[in-house]
Every structure is written in C-alpha cells, then in structure tokens.
C-alpha cells in the first residue's frame, strides 16, 4: 500500500484508544528496524525525519527507501512525517518530496533556538495547514516549547520554562485547523532530560490532562518521550561509552498519557543508544572484525527489540490490519468538505 496519512492513524488510534511510536530515521538500517518490529507486532507506523536526517541522506535517498519500505511490507499502514520543520518553506519542500504528514514547528523561529511569538506560531502554521489540507498532508503543530538545545530543537532553557499553557492551547487549535499538538510538558530531547526519575514537579503530567480535558477531541503529542532505559545506558558504558547518569521519560507515565488524548509518542534517543551499544559491543569483543555487516546487523537487531517494545507499551500492536488506507486525494477532499 502506499504511503499513509498521518491523521488516518491518529484517528484510529484515539478510537481504539491507543499510542503511535514516531521513530526517527537516517538510514536504511533504522528503516529496517522498524518496519520489521511492525510486522512482528502487527503495528500502524509513523516513521519522521528531522531537518538534520533529511540533509544526511539527501532526501531522495530517504524516499526511495521508505517507498522500498512499502513494497516489502504492502501489509503496515506506513506514514512518513517531517520532524520539526522549522519554516513553511521545509514543510513545503518535505510535502513536494512525498511525506504524507509535516510538522511545522513554530514554537521557535526558524533558528530551531528562538522561542517565538503566538501570532507567529499561528500564521506559520495556518500557512502549512492550508497548503498541506489542500493535499490530504496531516498537520502537527507545537504549542509551548521543549527544554534542552542538545540537537536544536529547543529552547535551550531547562524544560520547565516553556510549558504549555491550556489557553493559549485552546486558542491555537482553533486558529490554525491543525490534526495533532505537541506540548510541552517538561520533557526535552536527547538523552539528558532529567537528574532523577521524574517527579510531579518535573514531568508536568497534570498539565497535560489539563489540556486533554479543554481539547478532548485534539490528537496531543509527546516530544522526547525516550525512556533511556538504565540497561541501554549500561551496555555503552561497559564497552567504553562515557554517558552520565540520566534518566528518561518512565513508560508507565507515557501509558498515563495515552490514557488522556496523547496519540503520537516521539522517540528517538532509546534507539540511538540500542544502536550505539550493540556496535560498541562489537568493536571491544571482536576488534579483528571489519565488515560493516558485522556490526549493522546487531544494531539493526537491537533497535528493532526497543522498537517492537515501545510498539507493544503503546499499544498499538495488533493494530496494523484495523483499516482500509484512504487515499491522500480522499483526505483533501474530506478536508475541504469540513471547511465549506
Ligand atoms: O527532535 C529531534 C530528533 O531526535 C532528531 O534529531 O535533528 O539530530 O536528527 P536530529
Ligand atoms: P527523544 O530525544 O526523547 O527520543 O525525543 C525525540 C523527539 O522528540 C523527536 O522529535
Ligand atoms: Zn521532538
């Protein structure tokens, strides 16, 4: 089948009352894995590409291999969704290129660093919607900004700063027409989000059904939602790694927040550890190796274990076969049905 829209997921997710994984990609490797844990649970998937992963594998190569993705496994609903787009101008060139689903990102300027104004947020995103709407592309949007700056995109400020405000929330939604909102609520990207396991005065779940309450029929999203688990960290530790203590988003928090309206759950970092450590591991037992194979398949074999996890936690496992895929001429047409 061909690639999907993002908002078919989101809307058969909150009606089967489950999670969507966003996994982030560079490569064929991490496309792999991904696609393979699908099939082993039978899952929905969204795979996104950031601005960063879009100029490493020069877009067409990312494209090409998502549309090799399709073909090999013709029974996964499969979107492709830019990660923080940070302009109109990227939305507009990832939606050109074939990404059934964009995030314009105006929360912060265009510098990926900037927190921005609301009416800024606000045009820029009504911009990509109508452009992206008119052809059946899903829309996320972001209210409130994400702490940390590790990978820019972040304010660059703890996490806590920036928190999303439920009016402001409310008033965004209506204005822009979007499909899902990103909100902030104390998480940060990469691996160093919080000191301790998160308390209530760290991770802001209450904030979060908050917004769910004001905004129960909105698909919210959580940014830098990787768990780093203590095992990850570990492996890379033990084969010469240098990552401090750390902890990560817990998954019993996430299942909390699926519970209250969350549909899509960004991750990133837990796979980039899984990868890291499992060619680490490689390196230090069998240093007379040097055929790539000899360390990409444990890696591919590693990422696609935290990927088939987070798939199952999430809940959207078992779910791949639930719908029919509706076309993107289909969803631009019922977009401009509801505009009339
Ligand atoms: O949102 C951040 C993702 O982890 C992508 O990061 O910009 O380094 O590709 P990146
Ligand atoms: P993590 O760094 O927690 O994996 O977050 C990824 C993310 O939010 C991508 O947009
Ligand atoms: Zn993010």
Redesign the pocket.
Known sequence: MPLVSMRQLLDEAAKGGYGVGAF?VNNMEQIQSIMEAARETKSPVIIQASRGARAYSQDRFLYHLMIAATEIYPEIPTVLHL??GNSVETCKSAIEMGFTSVMMDGSLMPDGKTPSSFEYNVDATRQVVEMAHAKGVTVEGEIGCLGGIEDG?GAGLDGLSHLTDPDQAVEFVKQTGLDALAIAIGTS??AYKFTSKPTGETLKMERLIEIHKRLPNTHLVM????SVPKDLQDIINQYGGKLKPTW?VPVEEIQLGIKNGVRKI?????NRLAITGAIRKVFMEKPEEFDPRSYLKPAREAMKKVVALRMTQFGQAGHAGDYTPISLEEMADRYAAVAQ
């Open positions: 982030n990660d923080h995109h990207h990469g940014h830098g939602s990787s990560g960004n991750v990133d970092t837990d």
